[in-house]
């Protein structure tokens, strides 16, 4: 949401709707809430000059390989004579613009930004795989004149570290990111660039380095309701990213849980059921794939780690994950808990019930809902922790 106070809006809407018994209003509320989030748009504008590396930057953070189709086209020459849109393939809302470098073009800094239309991107970053030059300092001058966000990205460390270590007699990985972080540090502030942060990063290895950092970063600087655009569109690069997921997913169940409830209140014996399991089915879905558990995401991790497909497959657990997400499966999945069975079952009975029925089928809506959701979740979760760390070759308990 944009602010703290806008939840509470609407919160308070779909709270009064239910206290005056109007249940198509409390939906209309809910939906809303939840599809103001979901189209929320991330416009992320990706600048260096040519063979900087930003067209593997943007394919490695959208999760794909330089081969696959859709990919960002990569060469030692520039490659990008226009600014051209990668959306992201699971977040069609979140798109990476690959912008020429400014060296490139025959635009001034100022020129250069309203030419490529500045005020559609959220942040800039800015990329090298040397030192950051003259032109590179007039463009964040002017974005930041402009009051947007920057972020200087020195890409292709595995590149360097492998030189060093070949070179020298008593290499260390640890001096040498240190020695390059201050080159570019000094660099920058020598052109008059007041304490500039500088993220190293290895877009072949987006686990190493400081690509969690500059997420951390730009969580951190971002506008509350663009927040969880980003994180869903994060590769799964450590654990804690996985975990970030789960609670952004479980801080939603509520309000899912809700919807359920609201359509609980219709006095028709089977709609709630029929309802809840076509709810759950597109919930379910979003977590299968915010969490990469889909089929052409497990096979692009396969692709790009060299761990075996078959392998990533080894260690999932959840029948909902790697496969199409039904009303049969979730059925099948939810009659599996003994707990929520037990309610679904009281929900429909408690239909019967005079004066009191509707308020307890609304209750066991809600409470089923949120535990069938919470189950599943959590089953999701783990499985993808286990396949993060089976792509890094970790020892896994499945």
């Known amino acids: ?18 206290q005056n018994n109007n249940q198509s209003l409390a939906a209309t509320k809910i939906q809303e809430l939840l599809d103001k989030e979901k189209n929320t748009c991330l416009n992320i504008a ?23 189709e859709g990919a960002a086209p990569t060469g030692c020459v520039e490659t990008t004579t226009d600014v051209t849109r990668y959306p992201h393939p699971n977040y069609p809302n979140v798109t990476f613009w690959d912008l020429p470098g400014i060296g490139t073009t025959r635009f001034p800094a100022d020129k250069y930004l309203k030419h490529f239309g ?8 800015i990329i090298s795989d040397t030192r950051f030059r003259e032109n590179d300092v007039k463009l964040a001058q002017e974005i930041q004149r402009m009051g947007k966000r920057f972020y200087f990205v020195r890409s292709k460390i595995d590149n360097d570290l492998r030189a060093e270590e070949r070179s020298q007699r008593d290499f260390s990985e640890e001096r040498t990111l240190i020695k390059i972080r201050e080159n ?34 730009l969580e951190r600087e971002l506008p509350e309701h663009k927040r969880n655009a980003l994180l869903m569109a994060m590769p799964n690069i450590n654990l804690e990213i996985i975990n970030k997921k789960k609670r952004g997913f479980k801080a939603k169940i509520k309000y899912f849980a809700l919807l359920s409830a ?5 006095p028709v014996p089977g709609l709630s059921i029929a309802c809840d399991v076509a709810l759950l089915v597109g919930v379910v879905t979003k977590y299968v794939i915010g969490f990469g558990l889909d089929i052409p995401s497990l096979q692009r991790l396969a692709k790009s780690t060299g761990v075996p497909f078959k392998d990533l497959m080894a260690v999932i657990i959840s029948p909902v994950a790697t496969t199409k997400v039904t009303s049969d499966l979730i059925l099948k999945v939810i009659t599996s808990f003994s707990t929520t069975a037990v309610l679904m079952a009281a929900e429909e009975v408690s239909r ?8 307890a089928s609304v209750a066991l809506s809600f409470i089923t809902t949120k535990i069938i959701l919470n189950n599943i979740l959590s089953m999701l979760a783990e499985d993808a922790e286990n396949v993060f760390k089976r792509a890094l070759k970790m020892n896994t308990s499945v």
Request: charged share 20%; hydrophobic share 40%.
């Open 262 to 266: 609201v359509v609980a209140s219709a």
């Open 352 to 359: 019967f019930i005079p004066i009191f029925g509707i308020p």
């Open 118 to 125: 500045f005020e559609r991107f959220d942040f800039f970053i």
């Open 46 to 68: 990706i600048t260096g000059e040519s063979g900087s590396g930003k067209s593997t930057f943007v394919n490695a953070f959208r999760g794909i390989d330089n081969k696959d």
């Open 1 to 18: 949401m944009e602010n703290p106070s806008e939840l509470d809006s609407f919160t308070g809407e779909i709270k009064e709707a239910l």
């Open 184 to 217: 570019c540090v000094q660099g920058l502030t020598q052109q008059g660039i007041v304490a500039p942060q500088v993220f190293l990063v290895s877009s072949f290895e987006l686990g190493r380095h400081d690509f969690s950092v500059l997420h951390e970063t």
